[in-house]
């Protein structure tokens, strides 16, 4: 009997010790945690994706363009991928749409260490040399942190 | 002669016993106190530090998506309620820029809802040539957040940098 009570004892001291270390390890991890990275990363993609469309840059669909300017508004540590879709009318009534594809491109920096990452959308017309709509397009833009 | 031994023995057997469970048992209290501390100092630390990244997000926000209230509020300060820096979302407004960065810098914190933080503001182009720039640097912080939004200056996209720290 004597054993036995000192091994439930133990047993008892044991499983304390556990929830302790337990307790603590995880009030330690819900201290070092950071919420509002995604956050700033959110607002940091949607600020991009709005500059580079009222400034006009997006509208030129010059991926080249808009790549060098997107890699100076985006943080250094960054990797992203930026979709541009290009879509337009099937008939003068504009009911269906049909991807233009040869105008339509994706940039992409770093994609092999894509992590956690945000999107920020935006969809964006462009106009003929008349001011008619000539596209209707759709940028997609997901960013990380490296 | 056996059984008095055993008595006695029996007997230190348990003093030493107490003896080891009460250091042991003081030990882990300590090492629990010491823990609850520095978890508590940690858990303080990063309420601050979300607080103050979201009230940097906040008036980030509040400058690069609002023009303020009234919307003319740059041409009499007398009826300023809020500041927002731009005509519509995105767009600044050089004067709002210039009105802003202009105030003293405790009535700048004031309208921006920031008393209780120290603040540094900055316009720059996208190569990072600097057009405004407005409160104090950075000086023995306990904590400094940083917000770099991008936006439009006549035409030209440019960063605006918020920097709040305490």
Avoid at chain 1, 35 to 54: E, H, M, P, Q, Y
Avoid at chain 2, 51 to 77: A, H, L, R
């Amino acid at each position: 009997m004597r054993g036995l009570f000192f091994s439930i004892d133990a047993l008892f001291g044991v499983i304390i010790a556990i929830i302790l270390i337990t307790a603590f390890s995880v009030i330690m991890l819900q201290a070092g945690e950071n919420r509002t990275s995604g956050l700033f990363l959110s607002k940091i993609a949607d600020d991009a994706l709005v500059s580079l469309d009222k400034n006009d840059t997006l509208d030129t669909l010059d991926s080249s363009k808009i790549n060098t300017t997107l890699a100076k508004i985006l943080p250094k540590n960054s990797g992203y991928i930026l979709d541009v879709s290009v879509f337009q009318c099937n008939s003068s009534e504009c009911l269906t749409f049909s991807k233009v594809v040869p105008q339509s491109f994706t940039i992409s920096v770093a994609p092999s260490t894509e992590k956690n990452p945000v999107i920020a959308k935006r969809v964006f017309l462009t106009f003929n040399s008349n001011n008619l709509v000539d596209h209707f397009n759709k940028a997609e833009l997901k960013v990380w942190l490296r | 002669m056996e059984s008095y031994y055993c008595k006695t023995h029996k007997g230190q057997v348990s003093m030493t016993e107490f003896a080891m469970v009460s250091v042991i048992l003081i030990s882990l209290l300590l090492v629990s106190i010491e823990f609850w501390n520095f978890g508590n100092m940690k858990l303080k630390e990063n309420i601050d530090r979300e607080t103050i990244e979201s009230t940097v997000i906040s008036v980030s926000d509040q400058m690069i998506k609002s023009g303020g209230m009234p919307e003319d509020w740059y041409k009499n300060t007398n009826t300023t309620v809020s500041i927002g820096l731009v005509d519509y979302d995105r767009n600044l407004n050089r004067d709002k820029i210039k009105k802003f960065v202009n105030m003293s810098y405790d009535e700048a914190r004031n309208y921006l809802g920031i008393s209780n933080y120290n603040f540094y503001f900055k316009v720059s182009s996208l190569e990072s040539s600097v057009k405004y720039q407005t409160g104090k640097n950075i000086s023995n912080p306990n904590i400094v957040v940083n917000s770099r939004r991008a936006a439009v200056l006549d035409n030209e996209i440019v960063h605006v940098d918020v920097t709040l720290w305490q």
